[in-house]
């Protein structure tokens, strides 16, 4: 994709759930967000209930007419938590990034956080145009990896501009 802008975000879709769900079951993609998949029962159960919960915020990233992956921002703790994923053939061209600076006009809830594997540069990078700081690190057993995984921990308040 040579423009982000034929990037668009949207409600998300129930045909977009079967997308999504092949999404999460790639190999590359399981092993930088630390992340097991799910059964498709339990995706279908996981996905049912961030849809009928009026306090989270979901949106399918389209891209050129494709379902590209989705973002949401929920509640975690005392703040609102961002997390996106991406099929890994819109990887590496803007739209993270993009889809993130979108999803941030929408949701003026301030300080908002989010996560990223520390060795996962490209999500950390994608963060850090967005104007979030890390904050922290967090360390702990990544079922998608099998092993003990340190996370970054950032934050965008409301005093941070995007780049």
């Known amino acids: 994709m040579s423009s982000l802008e ?3 975000l949207r409600e998300v879709e129930p045909s977009d759930l079967d997308t999504f769900y092949r999404h999460q079951l790639d190999p590359e993609a399981i092993r930088m967000a630390a992340f097991v998949p799910r059964d498709r029962a339990a995706f279908d159960g996981h996905w049912a209930k961030i ?3 009026s306090q989270n915020i979901n949106r399918t990233i389209m891209a050129g007419g494709q379902v590209a992956g989705y973002i949401a921002c929920y509640p975690h703790g ?3 938590e961002v997390a996106y994923w991406l099929g890994r053939e819109f ?3 803007g739209l993270a990034t ?3 600076k979108r999803m941030l006009q929408q949701v003026s809830d301030r300080p908002i956080t989010a996560r990223a594997a520390t060795d996962n ?3 950390l990078k994608v963060l ?3 104007g979030f700081k890390i904050i922290g690190t967090d360390k702990g057993f990544a079922s998608g990896r099998g092993v003990e995984t340190e996370k970054c921990i950032l934050r965008l308040d409301a005093d ?3 780049e």
């Open 160 to 162: 941070q501009a995007q």
């Open 6 to 8: 034929n990037i668009t």
């Open 51 to 53: 849809l009928s919960s």
């Open 121 to 123: 540069h490209g999500s």
């Open 91 to 93: 990887w590496g061209k």
């Open 78 to 80: 005392e703040n609102m």
């Open 128 to 130: 850090q145009k967005c």
């Open 98 to 100: 993009e889809a993130l």
